[in-house]
């Protein structure tokens, strides 16, 4: 009879653990082999996770656009990526089922760039950079904000991630307020972007922040503040006094609006 009682609560126990804490699946472009945490159990909702060969994301089937994706920046890496060619050819992802996904045609004359959420420019081979290609991989982005200061922040933190040698990068849209926009009906836009950034040897953390408005510019905060604006916890393994203390990231170089990057 105690034996029986045992395996119960082991089981249920299990049963809560695996309800919380799923595994991890290509742990290598993650922080300590730890993907991101969703605060904010309303965004598991038609989620998926997806690895592809220089990121992962968790793509949401209700905005149709990744949750967040994860990479792992190296000096190794980016001397990779330097001089590879944009693939510049967009597709819908044959991982989703065409009802959870973005399609060409949701973005056709919307008004919006198909902004990358794990930029092209950090993807160290031609099939990476193919890959980051997906449409799953995209938000719709205010094309001033995608060519412009958004651009400036990906090249800063590239710069960074050279500099140090090692980072780990948490990047997705966020959605607030009650009225959000969708584009071709189905792909949400989002109010704002992030990127967080994870040094593991220097153990410092913290974030850019960029309102997906015209004329937005760059906030920097800390992780702990960034959880709380997205419903994400982005680096679950690093602790509380990491997060609340916020990294002194580069100010990025304001970028002019130019093309070639939708």
Not at 6 to 17: D, E, G, M, P, Q
Not at 43 to 58: E, N, Q, R, T, V
Not at 98 to 117: C, K, N
Not at 205 to 231: C, H, M, P, R
């Amino acid at each position: 009879m105690r034996k029986t009682f045992i395996t119960s609560v082991l089981f249920v126990l299990l049963s809560l653990s695996t309800a919380f804490s799923a595994p991890t699946i290509c742990p290598e472009h993650f922080a300590n082999g730890q993907a991101p945490d969703l605060i904010n159990q309303k965004l598991s909702s038609k989620s998926k996770d997806i690895c592809y060969s220089a990121f992962a994301l968790k793509h949401s089937g209700i905005t149709r656009t990744p949750l967040y994706a994860a990479e792992h920046l190296s000096i190794d890496s980016l001397s990779h990526a330097k001089g590879l060619k944009r693939s510049n050819k967009f597709y819908p992802d044959p991982n989703l089922f065409s009802s959870d996904r973005a399609e060409l045609r949701h973005y056709a004359r919307s008004g919006y760039d198909r902004g990358h959420v794990a930029p092209a420019g950090d993807m160290p081979s031609p099939g990476s950079k193919q890959e980051c290609f997906t449409l799953a991989n995209m938000i719709p982005q205010v094309p001033s904000v995608n060519r412009g200061v958004w651009e400036g922040v990906e090249s800063s933190v590239r710069k960074l991630a050279k500099a140090r040698g090692d980072l780990y990068i948490v990047t997705g849209p966020i959605y607030s307020g009650n009225s959000i926009q969708r584009i071709g009906g189905a792909v949400m836009v989002p109010t704002q972007t992030f990127k967080a950034v994870y040094d593991p040897s220097r153990n410092e953390a913290g974030a850019y922040l960029v309102d997906n408005v015209v004329g937005a510019t760059v906030q920097i905060i800390s992780i702990a503040e960034l959880d709380k604006i997205s419903g994400i916890s982005v680096f679950p393994s690093i602790n509380s006094q990491v997060k609340s203390n916020g990294m002194r990231l580069p100010e990025p170089k304001e970028r002019k609006h130019r093309g070639g990057r939708s």
